[in-house]
């Protein structure tokens, strides 16, 4: 059974840093390709960054690239989304999902099987 677990998420002023951590179990994180997403209030959700099995390729979102990125330690079984210079805008729930699709990053939610339950960021201005 697959279980993934974010946490680091908070509230913080626009300008700032977070540290998202999304830890596995049930699960050798170095067979999936991992993603983080978010979502606003009313709003759907939307990809941020995604990382290859093993690290090497990464893809971003173009609204969050050069302020977040994204990380793993599979020897920890954990995945990691740095977040810099915050935005109000940047505020939502954010999941962490894994994939047993292995070739590439995967940017669409739908190419996921596992979710976590989400951390909330909040940003205020």
């Known amino acids: 059974q697959v279980q993934l677990v974010e946490s680091g998420g908070g509230l913080v002023q626009a300008g700032g840093s977070l540290r998202l951590s999304c830890a596995a179990s049930?699960?050798?994180?170095?067979?999936?390709?991992m993603g983080w997403f978010r979502q606003a209030p009313g709003k759907e959700r939307e990809f941020v960054a995604a990382?290859?099995?093993?690290?090497?390729?990464?893809s971003i979102s173009g609204s969050v690239k050069g302020r977040f990125t994204i990380s793993r330690d599979n020897a920890k079984n954990t995945l990691y989304l740095q977040m810099n210079s915050l935005k109000p805008e940047d505020t939502g729930v954010y999941y962490c999902?894994?994939?047993?699709?292995?070739?590439?990053?995967?940017?669409?939610?739908?190419?996921?099987?596992?979710w976590g339950q989400g951390t909330q960021v909040t940003i205020s201005s």
């Open positions: 049930g699960v050798t994180l170095s067979s999936y390709s």
């Open positions: 999902a894994a994939t047993g699709l292995l070739r590439r990053t995967y940017t669409r939610a739908d190419e996921y099987g596992f």
């Open positions: 990382i290859s099995p093993r690290g090497a390729s990464t």
